[in-house]
């Protein structure tokens, strides 16, 4: 899945215990500066603290494209955070395909509005550059299989969202 426009930059790494990880950041947004390797600190961050890896592209759009893709894809009208495309047994490339020979397996695609991050922060007494890394975090671990559709769940993912983002916040 493509969001027209902007411009991408990709990273690939191999972290301690040989997990490949490759990570592409999409910047389509005016809102908030994304830095592009601190997006691909945090993603690999996030695989390793689950001990997983793969590839992972991340969109930065604004409020207007975020709302195509939840009403296209979600049927849902209206911005929201963050939308995942996992990559999963269902999908038309499987689990198992990988971008080229050796290349870790795609997990998927995340795109955060940094509209909703810089509407939403002020609620939760957050930076909109944090509350746009926590989305990202959400998005990785839906990628990897976190549902929020219970209150339950969701505690769950918001309390393991938060351990990894605070982690790789104070990791200098």
Do not use: K
């Not at 759009?61 to 995942?84: K, N």
């Not at 795109?111 to 959400?138: F, I, K, N, W």
């Not at 299989?145 to 990791?171: L, N």
């Amino acid at each position: 899945m493509n969001v027209p426009g902007g411009e991408g930059v990709g990273r690939d790494a191999t972290p301690a215990g040989g997990a490949r990880c490759s990570v592409a950041v999409t910047d389509r947004q005016t809102r908030l500066p994304i830095d592009p390797d601190a997006i691909v600190s945090l993603v690999r961050f996030a695989l390793h603290a689950e001990a997983a890896r793969g590839a992972v592209e991340v969109v930065f759009v604004d409020d207007l494209a975020i709302a195509e893709l939840h009403l296209r894809f979600m049927d849902i009208p209206g911005p929201t955070d963050v939308i995942t495309f996992p990559l999963d047994d269902d999908s038309p490339l499987g689990s198992s395909e990988t971008t080229s020979p050796g290349d870790a397996p795609l997990l998927g695609e995340i795109v955060v509005s940094t509209d909703t991050a810089c509407r939403q922060a002020p609620d939760y007494g957050m930076d909109p550059l944090d509350e746009a890394h926590l989305y990202v975090v959400h998005g990785v671990l839906h990628l990897l299989g976190y549902d929020d559709r219970t209150d339950s769940d969701a505690d769950r993912m918001a309390t393991r969202q938060r351990e990894i983002f605070e982690s790789w916040r104070g990791r200098g």
